[in-house]
């Protein structure tokens, strides 16, 4: 058992403290060097959400105030190093540093949450550095009777990592709901008002403040870590009430059913209903957990009030019958991950009811977050659909199809890649008209910028599978999968990109690994239409940082 994919790394919070911490002046190996002085320094390993990428104590500081970071990017370009913004380490995709880095690559992690963290009221929005976690964010919002419709569901997330890739939650409007003022059903980079970052400029590093409308801006809203952004000002709305309902009665054959079926209880019949679905299927059963969440101005009669988040806590917080199990599997016993599935799913069911979180209403927050570092530590891949709401039910049931197909022919060879649950969500398109800013510029990377010719594709159906990452066979498992997504949904009426935070480019051994995919596939994929946006905003990434300072090995064959 390697020790990065240990018992305690799937499951518990410790896994979440910070790995290898030492304090200031606590020096284990010679600094950088002329490192700046008066800006804290000290080594600290690094390990993302589920343990696949991990380093050797790496040099770590964080800087006070937005100036600190310019003068970290022109000791980093005088000195040959590069600058990772290190947030919580929620996410998957090698986007910080790659697995393995050591101080030989000559890399300093910068973290943002120590200090970044201000935010300031405006009329109509708010302004943010970009350290602030989602939790720090959502409360102050919440606080002044503000809140935003798409947000992911960890509360553990910086502002800056959640805007780097496009992070979203679920949400179209309902059968007869208008988008209030301020809101938006894209991602949250479509909420961006305007957006401070460091620059080259004039023959050094320099802050500069991009507006929405600028087209610099477009490559800068959705950055995928090429970019080192300080400060955002984002739109936002009057909060409102949600209701969210969980069911566990329907069957996946009925909830995931072809269009034309019959089906009554379908995901787009809930779609239509409340405009906010997920569906959490847990492999090897039967009924999905199904969540729907609903605008619900006052507390319908059936609903709990809840006024703080994070209340799965069934979910949030691993039962022992399920991290005994979850011990064998991880320890070699794959064969019972059946068994491992139908223990999730009976334990969601059980915990809705003793817990009485099956019928819940509250403030947008206290329902939209629902995500702990608690929860189990799992791997994901992850793809958006663009298609029409017309066609959001014939997209989840050919994945469902094959998806189901595929499990049961790799479980026929006595393998088992799969042993968490397929997450199911619906978001709108990043549609720069819900800013309010003429001229605005749509997110040039975002896996949710609308494509022009296809103006009928106004909906991204989102898919996670997750899994234990040592799962024999998973890989392969997920690179049939990803096939499936990119030769199933071509454009005739749906079509796939990744998702940037999530494990994508597969070979049968590794995510992120699949050169075709990362320089082909993945590119072209924001090549199509009379508005092809990859190559123009690599362009502006490599212009506002010629010197790739903020980059890393994996980045430098993704945007090269």
Not at 310 to 327: G, H, I, Q, R, T
Not at 478 to 483: A, D, M
Not at 491 to 517: C, I, L, N, P
């Amino acid at each position: 058992m390697s020790p990065a994919f240990s018992r305690r790394g799937f499951l518990g919070a410790a896994a979440w403290l910070p790995v290898g911490a030492l304090l200031p002046g606590q020096v284990s190996a010679d600094p950088p060097p002329a490192f700046p002085s008066g800006i804290e320094l000290y080594r600290q390993a690094y390990r993302n959400w589920a343990g696949e990428i991990r380093t050797d104590d790496l040099w770590t500081c964080a800087p006070r105030t937005p100036a600190d970071v310019v003068l970290l990017a022109n000791w980093a370009h005088g000195q040959g190093f590069t600058l990772r913004p290190k947030g919580f380490r929620h996410g998957w995709a090698p986007l910080t540093v790659t697995a393995g880095t050591t101080d030989a690559d000559r890399v300093v992690l910068v973290d943002t949450t120590r200090h970044l963290t201000a935010m300031t009221l405006l009329p109509g929005a708010v302004r943010t550095q970009t350290g602030a976690s989602m939790d720090e964010l959502l409360a102050f919002l919440e606080d002044a009777g503000l809140g935003v419709t798409n947000t992911p569901a960890p509360g553990d997330l910086t502002v800056g990592g959640v805007l780097a890739i496009n992070g979203h939650g679920t949400s179209v409007p309902a059968v007869g709901e208008t988008l209030p003022a301020g809101h938006t059903y894209g991602s949250l980079s479509n909420l961006i008002l305007s957006l401070t970052a460091v620059v080259w400029d004039g023959g050094e590093y320099r802050l500069r403040t991009f507006r929405r409308d600028e087209p610099e801006c477009a490559a800068l809203l959705t950055h995928v870590g090429r970019a080192f952004l300080t400060e955002v000002t984002l739109r936002v709305g009057a909060n409102r009430n949600l209701r969210c309902v969980s069911r566990v009665d329907i069957p996946a054959r009925e909830l995931f059913a072809p269009p034309g079926s019959g089906a009554t209880r379908t995901l787009a019949s809930f779609l239509d209903e409340a405009g906010r679905v997920e569906a959490i299927w847990f492999a090897f059963t039967d009924h999905p957990w199904l969540k729907t969440w609903s605008v619900a101005p006052t507390k319908p009669p059936t609903s709990r009030h809840v006024v703080t988040p994070y209340n799965y806590v069934f979910s949030d917080n691993v039962p022992k019958a399920v991290s005994d199990l979850a011990d064998l599997l991880i320890t070699g016993a794959w064969a019972l991950t059946p068994t491992f599935g139908q223990l999730q799913y009976t334990t969601a069911a059980t915990g809705l009811t003793a817990t009485l979180t099956t019928d819940l209403w509250g403030a947008s927050k206290n329902l939209m977050l629902y995500v702990k570092p608690t929860t189990l530590r799992e791997t994901a891949n992850g793809y958006a659909v663009l298609t029409s709401r017309a066609e959001v039910q014939r997209v989840v049931s050919d994945f469902a199809t094959y998806y189901e197909d595929l499990l049961l022919a790799y479980q026929s060879r006595g393998l088992f890649p799969v042993t968490g649950q397929v997450e199911i969500r619906v978001g709108g398109l990043d549609d720069p008209a819900h800013v309010g800013v003429p001229g605005a510029q749509a997110p040039a990377l975002s896996a949710v910028r609308p494509r022009e010719d296809h103006p009928e594709w106004d909906v991204a159906v989102w898919f996670d599978v997750l899994t234990f990452p040592t799962a024999p066979g998973a890989a392969a498992f997920y690179r049939e999968l990803e096939r499936f997504f990119f030769t199933r949904y071509t454009g005739s009426y749906a079509f796939t990109r990744a998702e940037w935070s999530k494990g994508w480019a597969y070979t049968d051994q590794a995510a992120w690994a699949d050169h075709t995919v990362l320089t082909s596939t993945v590119p072209d994929s924001y090549r199509q239409g009379p508005n092809p946006t990859w190559d123009a905003a690599r362009a502006t990434l490599n212009a506002v940082d010629p010197h790739r300072v903020f980059s890393n090995p994996f980045l430098d064959v993704l945007l090269p």
